[in-house]
């Protein structure tokens, strides 16, 4: 398992619990944004700055990504993309994208762009919280354990 990450929107505070977590059970973790990022040296994590445009670190990512990795994103499209290659996609907030919900959060993504582009004020995302950092790191140590555990 590789774990890919789209660092442009990902928090501060999940790019540590992923250092973290690349270094418990050595995975690699790829950061990739279209801005230089910082990193702690590491064998396991490295950062990737690809070129600037729309989606370009997107691209990246379902290009380099295999099934069975794991992509940390906010971003509905992608994880669609990434969960149809067979890779499994999880969000900052800890929730999982499958072939079961993608549909239908793509469906609302669209919905509520529609709204937004006919003026409607749809809000935006509740501010991140200490439960979504929690219900983030519970779920990538579920989702590492199920690895570790397939390998032995």
């Not at 910082?38 to 040296?41: I, Y």
């Not at 969000?91 to 999982?96: A, D, L, S, T, V």
């Not at 499958?98 to 409607?120: A, K, P, Y």
């Given at each position: 398992m590789h774990i890919w990450v789209d660092a442009d929107a990902t928090p501060n505070t999940i790019k540590q619990i992923l250092f973290r977590a690349a270094e418990r059970v050595q995975v690699p973790v790829t950061l990739v944004a279209n801005c230089p990022l910082?990193?702690?040296?590491s064998r396991w994590i490295r950062a990737v700055q690809v070129a600037s445009g729309f989606d370009v670190a997107d691209a990246h990512i379902v290009q380099a990504a295999a099934p069975g990795d794991l992509v940390v994103t906010a971003d509905i499209p992608l994880a669609a993309e990434v969960v149809a290659k067979g890779c499994v996609?999880?969000?900052?907030?800890?929730?999982?994208?499958?072939?079961?919900?993608?549909?239908?959060?793509?469906?609302?993504?669209?919905?509520?762009?529609?709204?937004?582009?006919?003026?409607?004020?749809?809000?935006?995302?509740?501010?991140?919280?200490?439960?979504?950092?929690?219900?983030?790191a519970n779920q990538l140590d579920r989702l590492l354990v199920k690895v570790h555990a397939s390998k032995s």
């Open positions: 910082a990193v702690p040296p996609a999880l969000n900052p907030r800890g929730e999982r994208y499958t072939e079961e919900n993608i549909r239908q959060r793509l469906n609302m993504r669209d919905f509520l762009d529609t709204l937004r582009g006919s003026g409607v004020d749809t809000g935006g995302p509740p501010a991140f919280s200490a439960a979504d950092r929690q219900a983030f």
